[in-house]
């Protein structure tokens, strides 16, 4: 267990502290730039270059890209009800928990497949392992995509 431990790099905690600080503080009302919610979907494209260097790559790939667009419908409905009102410079949105959960969950799968890597490479080397890594990864990664769409495409009000 001890090695375990020793073999997560230090950036880790960091990290996962500043992932938990933004997730909590998108569970209250606040108004932000329309473009932090366009960059979100760019946390997506670590699971690509990581999918891309399992195994079976090529499916994790192609599952990667489905469970997003699946994951980018889901996000695209849910978010209706959390935009209060959007100018051309901030979005005005609800408190809600999908956007910790979210990046928790990017989090925690990306740490699990490196763990796995570490612990068991047999595992990490399975079809299912890369399959199973391309449908949650791309699904989370989707629901910021989703969101995003959303957000760009949700009515502006002129300001005042």
Aim: glycine share 14%.
């Amino acid at each position: 267990m001890s090695a375990i431990v020793q073999g997560i790099p230090l950036w880790v905690a960091p990290l996962l502290f500043v992932l938990v600080a933004l997730g909590l503080r998108a569970t209250r009302p606040r108004t932000t730039s329309p473009l932090v919610l366009y960059a979100l979907p760019l946390l997506g494209l670590m699971g690509v270059n990581r999918a891309a260097n399992l195994p079976h790559g090529d499916l994790a790939l192609g599952l990667l890209l489905a469970g997003c667009l699946a994951g980018s419908l889901v996000g695209y409905a849910r978010q209706a009800r959390w935009i209060v009102g959007r100018d051309a410079r901030r979005v005005m949105l609800r408190g809600e928990w999908m956007t910790m959960a979210t990046m928790l969950g990017l989090f925690a799968v990306n740490f699990a497949v490196g763990m796995t890597q570490g612990a068991a490479p047999g595992v990490a080397a399975s079809t299912g392992f890369a399959a199973a890594y391309g449908l949650v990864a791309g699904g989370l990664s989707g629901l910021f995509l989703g969101r995003a769409v959303r957000v760009a495409f949700w009515p502006v009000q002129a300001a005042g």
